[in-house]
Nanobody, 126 residues
Framework: QVQLVESGGGLVQAGGSLRLSCAASGRTFSRYAMGWFREAPGKEREFVAAITWSGGNTNYVDSVKGRFTIPRDNAKNTEYLYLRMNRLQPEDTAVYYC?????????????????WGQGTQVTVSS
């Protein structure tokens, strides 16, 4: 059974940092692109960042470029996806979701996210 479990959210002041983690299990996630999305109150879920199965290519929404990075660790028995968030701003406040592609080895331009975690809350105070 595919399972994605996020952790690491919390309350932080503007300008601070957080690292979100997504523990992936139930299949060999090192073969699949993965990404982070977020949903703020009253807004639609939006794409934040994505990384290919190999880690060789990444993509970010413009609003987080230069502040967020999306490393992944495929070496452990439980594979991990991370979202390192620096210089956080109140507009980054949202529930953050980890997601995974359903088809292996696809480039980011063809990724379809079919597996989702339950989300972790990030709140940035001004």
């Amino acid at each position: 059974q595919v399972q994605l479990v996020e952790s690491g959210g919390g309350l932080v002041q503007a300008g601070g940092s957080l690292r979100l983690s997504c523990a992936a299990s139930g299949r060999t996630f090192s073969r699949y692109a993965m990404g982070w999305f977020r949903e703020a109150p009253g807004k639609e879920r939006e794409f934040v960042a994505a990384i290919t199965w190999s880690g060789g290519n990444t993509n970010y929404v413009d609003s987080v470029k230069g502040r967020f990075t999306i490393p992944r660790d495929n070496a452990k028995n439980t594979e991990y996806l991370y979202l390192r968030m620096n210089r956080l701003q109140p507009e980054d406040t949202a529930v953050y979701y980890c997601a995974a592609d359903a088809v292996p080895y696809r480039p980011l331009s063809h990724t379809s996210y079919d597996y989702w975690g339950q989300g972790t809350q990030v709140t940035v105070s001004s």
